[in-house]
């Protein structure tokens, strides 16, 4: 491993913990959800199980790909599409989510056994295929899918990712464990990091956006107001809903009813596109 791999593994490990840090403050508050969270830490498993080897050997002594490679890989094949399908909107039934839990568990168990039992040769094309399937898939779902009301400003970087992964992970898949086995030795092991590494601070840093770390004031858009037509008496309420008010303090505090403020929650989320608090608080803060 050159002084470059070195260098951008170090930037990918510190961004990505610090990513996972922030992520885990954002899901406290709501405003993350954890399969999100899930995602960046399996990758943060595959870039150490990639990196670690690298400075002894990438396989076993017998040739394969190293156990926890292949462990790392798997949890990232789970991870990508559950991410994506809390991300995006559509129409897939439940069951689909179950599937991309439990064929990579079943995957992690079969992989174990065949280590332990030195059968691992078969297992690796397994896994290696079904790694990339999952990306390849979750990604061009990405394109061809719109994003829920909380992620649709990161719309565009995740197509851009989208993209990146589409063609990257499949070719470093490639490049370190086909092409030697054929007799070719090409050397990219810098891109892997360098996009974990890019991803994790775009993701970093809209974390710290909604955190409103970057902000002067902690003041809603007033843009919205005009954009969503709110009413004087709802951008009141917005502002209080926002600030985590509840239906009853709300009314205290404008000398209205309960069920007063409920009527006016509930056009404000009709006229804003939005299901919840939590997300009315992203739609006016970003």
């Known amino acids: 491993m050159n002084i470059i791999e070195v260098i951008l593994f170090v930037l990918a490990y510190s961004t990505i913990l610090l990513t996972i840090f922030v992520s885990l403050i954002c899901y406290r508050r709501n405003l993350e959800r954890w399969e999100t969270i899930a995602f960046f830490v399996s990758i943060l498993f595959l870039i150490l199980a990639l990196s670690l080897p690298s400075f002894f050997s990438v396989q076993d002594?017998?040739?394969?790909?190293?156990?926890?490679?292949?462990?790392?890989?798997?949890?990232?094949?789970?991870?990508?599409?559950?991410?994506?399908?809390?991300?995006?909107?559509?129409r897939l039934s439940p069951v689909w989510k179950?599937?991309?839990?439990?064929?990579?568990?079943?995957?992690?168990?079969?992989?174990?056994?065949?280590?332990?039992?030195?059968?691992g040769s078969w297992i690796e094309s397994v896994v290696v295929v079904y790694l990339g399937l999952a990306v390849a898939s979750s990604m061009i779902f990405t394109w061809f899918s719109k994003p829920n009301k909380t992620s649709a400003h990161l719309e565009k970087a995740n197509r851009y990712f989208s993209l990146a992964f589409m063609v990257i992970v499949p070719l470093a898949l490639v490049f370190d464990f086909v092409l030697p086995d054929l007799g070719y030795d090409v050397n990219i092991d810098f891109t892997l990091p360098l996009?974990?590494?890019?991803?994790?601070?775009?993701k970093l840093y809209d974390d710290l956006n909604r955190?409103?770390?970057?902000?002067?004031?902690?003041?809603?858009?007033?843009?919205?107001?005009?954009?969503?037509?709110?009413?004087?008496?709802?951008?009141?309420?917005?502002?209080l809903l926002i600030k985590g008010k509840t239906y009853k303090e709300i009314s205290e505090e404008l000398f209205i009813s309960v069920s007063t403020v409920k009527t006016h929650a509930s056009n404000i989320?009709?006229?804003?596109?939005?299901?919840?608090?939590?997300?009315?608080?992203?739609?006016?803060?970003?």
């Open 195 to 202: 996009v974990f590494f890019l991803l994790a601070s775009y």
């Open 98 to 119: 179950k599937v991309v839990v439990l064929v990579p568990a079943i995957l992690f168990v079969l992989t174990l056994v065949a280590y332990f039992m030195n059968r």
């Open 61 to 90: 002594a017998d040739g394969s790909i190293n156990i926890f490679i292949l462990l790392s890989m798997i949890l990232v094949s789970a991870t990508t599409p559950l991410d994506m399908l809390a991300n995006r909107e559509h």
């Open 211 to 239: 955190l409103s770390l970057f902000k002067d004031k902690e003041q809603p858009l007033e843009q919205h107001f005009k954009n969503y037509q709110i009413s004087a008496r709802e951008k009141e309420i917005v502002q």
């Open 269 to 286: 989320y009709s006229k804003c596109g939005v299901k919840n608090r939590n997300e009315l608080n992203h739609l006016f803060y970003n």
